[in-house]
């Protein structure tokens, strides 16, 4: 098992030192999760915080085991603000992460495809009207953060009956910062124009796991198309995740993904489970 950075009360500890109030500061929970610190605010990205998949999968052909031990348990987050599902797969939308969170987080919102809700409702139970739905192209504000949805395709661009987008990538725009949280995605024509968009992007979020067929799940970028994207997007700085959660599905960052950037000249930062970064600004 790997170990996290930080965990439990050392995690929570770091997550409340004092920084800068103009800051943006940035945890990565593990798999696609982080936890951004912005202006006081606290914002979730995809967070799964349990064994909910190793426990589904455990007697059958395709066992989730898990590589690194969990950060926090998610009744333990609290002052959250909002958190984003960015599809319906248990990774980024587990009920027995969300469920504790929105007890200890009443006031909490939730950012998801609107092509979901019903999904989600079904999932997570409560007000099937409560969550913040958004589209490729549709925006939404809650508090001091603005959310610009923007297509995924994973490993398609599936929409639902009424051609809305199945899965998605959030802009998110804070305080005079720019992060992009792809979800999971592969590249797809348009995508680098519609994300230069918004440019300049201070951190992207990439999956690196790749696409391998013989897993049999939907698939993601690999280390090399991560950083080729980020670079092609003017990105300032890429983080890697998707990787280092389950035995079955994971990539060694320093194979692919860090030799590109380094051949690309693009900024990157390796985050260990549990270990927080604040964000240099802007020269």
């Known amino acids: 098992m790997i170990e996290a950075f930080a965990r439990d009360d050392a995690f929570l500890a770091d997550v409340e030192k004092a ?39 455990a007697a059958t052909d395709k066992p989730h085991v898990r590589m690194t031990e969990r950060v926090i348990a998610p009744e333990r987050l609290t002052k959250i603000d909002v958190v984003t599902s960015s599809h319906n797969h248990t990774d980024h939308l587990d009920a027995e992460t969300l469920r504790p969170l929105i007890s200890a987080n009443p006031r909490m919102q939730l950012v998801i495809p609107e092509a979901n809700r ?39 661009l599936d929409l639902d009956a009424n051609g809305r987008h199945l899965y998605l990538g959030y802009v998110i725009r804070c305080g005079g910062w720019t992060l992009y949280h792809s979800g999971d995605t592969l590249i797809y024509p348009g995508l680098a124009e519609k994300l230069r968009a918004f440019a300049p992007i201070d951190v992207a979020f990439l999956p690196i796991n790749g696409n391998r067929p013989e897993r049999r799940i939907a698939g993601n970028l690999d280390g090399r198309e991560a950083a080729q994207l980020a670079h092609g997007i003017g990105v300032r700085w890429v983080v890697p995740c998707h990787y280092e959660m389950f035995a079955f599905n994971t990539a060694d960052p320093r194979e692919l993904f860090v030799p590109e950037c380094e051949r690309l000249e693009q900024p990157y930062r390796l985050l260990r489970a549990g270990e927080g970064w604040t964000v240099p600004v802007r020269q």
């Not at 920084?19 to 940035?26: E, L």
């Not at 099937?128 to 395709?153: N, Q, R, S, Y």
């Open 118 to 156: 019903a999904f989600v409702t079904q999932r997570l139970g409560g007000d099937p009207e409560w969550p913040i739905g958004l589209d490729h192209g549709a925006t939404a504000v809650f508090g001091i953060f603005e959310f610009h949805g923007i297509a995924a395709a994973h490993n398609e």
């Open 19 to 57: 920084a800068p109030p103009d800051a943006m500061c940035i945890w990565w929970l593990g798999q696609s999760g982080f936890l951004v610190r912005c202006g006081g605010r606290r914002l979730l990205l995809d967070p799964y915080l349990s064994d909910s998949l190793t426990a589904k999968y």
